[in-house]
């Protein structure tokens, strides 16, 4: 049984919208979400801003993983993020820097967003509950 997400939440699109491996870009109360479906259908939402070039790019970077770790690499600079937890794995000879994590669920196939965002783990609805 799954119930309806609470009204603080917000309705982004379906999961079928997005692409296993690939990021999309939501505009959450002004600000650039990249939406990252994994092979497992688990989407993160982690901030689109590359802190090291100031472009909004994280959504193009590259998917994968680290010792189990899913992450996403900056297309610019080539920065490692886990997208769980939004902790830098490597900066590339630069200091990390982290980047922001919205919670993020799937709820009957919809993908739905928290827009104030958080850095807080262990919730149900963190990292895509399906």
């Not at 379906?14 to 939501?26: I, M, Q």
């Not at 505009?27 to 901030?47: E, F, K, P, S």
């Not at 992450?71 to 902790?87: C, F, H, N």
């Not at 830098?88 to 709820?107: H, I, N």
């Given at each position: 049984?799954?119930?309806?997400?609470?009204?603080?939440?917000?309705?982004?699109?379906?999961?079928?919208?997005?692409?296993p491996e690939r990021g999309a870009v939501?505009?959450?109360?002004g600000l650039q979400v990249a939406l990252?479906?994994?092979?497992?259908?688990?989407?993160?939402?982690?901030?689109?801003?590359?802190?090291?070039?100031?472009?909004?790019?994280?959504?193009?970077?590259?998917?994968?993983?680290?010792?189990?770790?899913?992450?996403?690499?900056?297309?610019?600079?080539?920065?490692?993020?886990?997208?769980?937890?939004?902790?830098?794995?490597?900066?590339?000879?630069?200091?990390?820097?982290?980047?922001?994590?919205?919670?993020?669920?799937?709820?009957?196939?919809?993908?739905?967003?928290?827009?104030?965002?958080?850095?807080?783990?262990?919730?149900?609805?963190?990292?895509?509950?399906?």
């Amino acid at each position: 049984m799954t119930t309806a997400p609470p009204q603080t939440r917000v309705r982004l699109c379906a999961l079928t919208d997005l692409v296993p491996e690939r990021g999309a870009v939501a505009l959450v109360d002004g600000l650039q979400v990249a939406l990252v479906r994994t092979h497992d259908d688990v989407v993160h939402g982690i901030d689109n801003l590359d802190p090291y070039s100031g472009a909004h790019v994280i959504a193009r970077g590259l998917v994968g993983t680290r010792g189990g770790v899913p992450t996403v690499i900056s297309p610019m600079y080539k920065q490692v993020w886990d997208l769980r937890t939004g902790a830098c794995l490597d900066g590339a000879g630069s200091d990390p820097v982290d980047l922001r994590t919205w919670p993020v669920a799937v709820v009957d196939g919809e993908v739905w967003i928290e827009p104030s965002g958080n850095e807080v783990t262990g919730s149900p609805f963190d990292r895509g509950v399906t």
